[in-house]
């Protein structure tokens, strides 16, 4: 069964940190990876999409992609208060060229961050 | 511009009951997705729609029904309300499959306690 891994935390960092939340997936031939925060009791919202090994940078957001490791995360530099919530690791796990229309998503990690 | 909206925000339902849950976007979006999502775990697909008139399974669709007459609207069917059938379902659209990156817009949710 195609999985996506999470650490469900809670995850606590002090403002002004960085928060590092991972995310790691079984499949292999997986394609794109989303971050998806997601504030209590509301719906979730999409941060930050990486398909490329490396990192990729948006403001105090960094994602790190690692397909020979399978391994996906989320970085956020000079965390705050507002950056509380459940962020989501969402991965395409079907054959590419946009033949695939799913998204398998991960439990998710809490981040605290305490001011 | 509204987004994707839902309907409604919260429902109790008796088991046995039927129900439709409502969802519409207006951004003319031809994917749009079902979801259910349980305390601490992360999203299963129920059902999805690649446009008006096509529907697949997905992760977990027994007890549900969609159809897809038109664009903005992709209704989800509860057939025999179950216990396990309480959670929040969201509802999702995206101007491109996942396999294109396309990202995935959410609607607010929909709360349904089956006791």
């Known amino acids: 069964q195609k999985e996506v891994e999470q650490n469900s935390g809670p995850l606590s960092v002090p403002e002004g940190a960085i928060a590092s939340l991972n995310c790691t997936y079984s499949?292999?031939?997986?394609?794109?990876f989303f971050w998806y925060r997601q504030y209590s009791g509301k719906s979730p919202e999409l941060i930050m999409f990486i398909y490329s090994n490396g990192d990729k940078e948006d403001g105090r957001f960094t994602a790190q992609l690692n397909k020979a490791s399978q391994y996906v995360s989320l970085l956020i530099r000079d965390s705050q208060p507002s950056d509380s919530a459940t962020y989501l690791c969402?991965?395409?796990?079907?054959?590419?060229?946009?033949?695939?229309?799913?998204?398998?998503f991960g439990k998710g990690t809490l981040l605290t961050v305490n001011p | 511009n509204a987004g994707v909206t839902q309907t409604p925000k919260f429902r109790i339902l008796k088991i046995g009951q039927s129900m439709t849950l409502q969802c519409t976007q207006d951004?003319?979006?031809?994917?749009m997705y079902w979801y259910r999502q349980d305390p601490g775990m992360g999203l299963k697909l129920i059902y999805y729609s690649v446009g008006a008139g096509i529907t697949d399974k997905g992760e977990v669709p027994n007890g549900y029904n969609v159809s897809r007459s038109t664009t903005e609207d992709f209704p989800l069917r509860l057939e025999l309300a179950a216990p396990s059938q309480t959670s929040v379902y969201f509802c999702?659209?995206?101007?491109?499959?996942?396999?294109?990156?396309?990202?995935?817009?959410f609607g607010p949710g929909t709360r349904l306690t089956v006791l």
């Open positions: 999702a659209s995206s101007s491109r499959g996942s396999g294109d990156l396309g990202e995935q817009f």
């Open positions: 499949d292999r031939g997986s394609q794109s």
């Open positions: 951004m003319n979006h031809n994917y």
């Open positions: 969402a991965v395409n796990m079907g054959p590419g060229g946009g033949s695939n229309y799913k998204l398998t």
